[in-house]
């Protein structure tokens, strides 16, 4: 059995959206799939690379940027403060990273011929927090979303779509029981609200604090796989 060994490619940036990002390469000639992945705040594209391995080599893997710079090497797609009433965001910039996100599939699905049923959006931490904000909004852009160490927001309840356009999402749930950065009653919350908007999902629960752990990355590709 060979190993592929994988790469990033260069910086591009969508001319609709203006938003960067880097393909894992090789990149498949005629990809058959897509999956978006979306680093956590303060990280960068480069961050999921590893996640991706396991992946199927004909699905076409971005890795995108958020589109807001914090300094260095360092992005987010909105500001969020942590505090002792838990976090508070900007949720004019989550929802502006949600509607550039949303054209930024379908300019991919557009460019390689892929379909939305072939598509996953995921990420990790406020990553996870977007690919559910695009799968709970506009669930004819992917066929599911995975949210790694993330939550769902409560500001995105306006935008929610309907259980009959939900119909067609699943979901991947993952959280480290001893996560000190977003509790792991969120992913409880999510688990519930899925569950209340009829969305099929799995729910994992690992022994960590705030990350992606070895089972995590399995069980993540185990799911996408199904």
Same mark, same amino acid.
């Given at each position: 059995?060979? $190993?592929?060994? @994988?790469?990033?490619?260069?910086?591009?940036?969508d001319?609709?959206?203006?938003?960067? @990002?880097?393909l894992?390469?090789?990149?498949?000639?005629?990809? $058959?799939?897509l999956?978006?992945?979306?680093?956590?705040?303060? #990280?960068?594209?480069?961050?999921?690379?590893?996640?991706a391995? =396991?992946?199927?080599?004909?699905?076409?893997?971005?890795?995108?940027?958020?589109?807001?710079?914090?300094?260095g090497?360092?992005?987010?797609?909105?500001?969020?403060?942590?505090?002792?009433? =838990?976090?508070?965001?900007?949720?004019?910039?989550? *929802?502006?990273?949600?509607?550039?996100?949303?054209?930024?599939?379908?300019?991919?699905q557009?460019?390689? #011929?892929i379909?939305? $049923?072939?598509?996953?959006?995921?990420?990790?931490?406020?990553g996870?927090?977007?690919?559910?904000?695009? #799968?709970?909004?506009?669930?004819?852009?992917?066929?599911g !979303?995975?949210?790694?160490? #993330?939550?769902?927001?409560?500001?995105?309840?306006?935008?929610i779509?309907?259980? *009959?356009?939900?119909?067609?999402?699943?979901? !991947?749930?993952?959280?480290?029981?001893?996560?000190?950065?977003?509790?792991?009653?969120?992913?409880?919350?999510?688990?519930?609200?899925?569950?209340?908007? =009829?969305?099929p999902?799995?729910?994992?629960? @690992?022994?960590?604090?705030? =990350?992606?752990?070895?089972?995590?990355?399995?069980d !993540?590709?185990?799911?996408?796989?199904?």
């Amino acid at each position: 059995m060979t $190993t592929t060994h @994988y790469s990033l490619s260069e910086l591009q940036t969508d001319s609709a959206t203006q938003l960067s @990002y880097r393909l894992r390469l090789p990149a498949p000639a005629k990809p $058959t799939k897509l999956l978006v992945l979306l680093h956590g705040v303060g #990280g960068n594209e480069t961050n999921l690379l590893n996640l991706a391995d =396991g992946i199927d080599p004909d699905t076409l893997v971005v890795l995108g940027r958020g589109p807001l710079q914090m300094g260095g090497p360092q992005f987010a797609w909105f500001r969020v403060n942590f505090t002792a009433n =838990g976090p508070q965001i900007s949720p004019e910039e989550a *929802e502006r990273s949600r509607t550039l996100l949303i054209t930024l599939l379908q300019q991919l699905q557009q460019q390689h #011929g892929i379909a939305p $049923t072939q598509t996953v959006i995921a990420g990790f931490s406020q990553g996870g927090i977007m690919s559910a904000s695009v #799968g709970l909004s506009s669930p004819e852009s992917v066929r599911g !979303f995975g949210l790694l160490s #993330g939550r769902i927001l409560p500001e995105l309840e306006p935008v929610i779509a309907s259980k *009959e356009r939900l119909s067609t999402l699943t979901a !991947f749930l993952s959280h480290g029981e001893q996560d000190t950065t977003l509790p792991v009653h969120w992913a409880h919350r999510s688990d519930a609200l899925l569950a209340q908007l =009829g969305v099929p999902h799995s729910l994992k629960l @690992y022994a960590m604090d705030h =990350g992606i752990s070895a089972a995590m990355h399995a069980d !993540f590709v185990k799911w996408l796989e199904a």
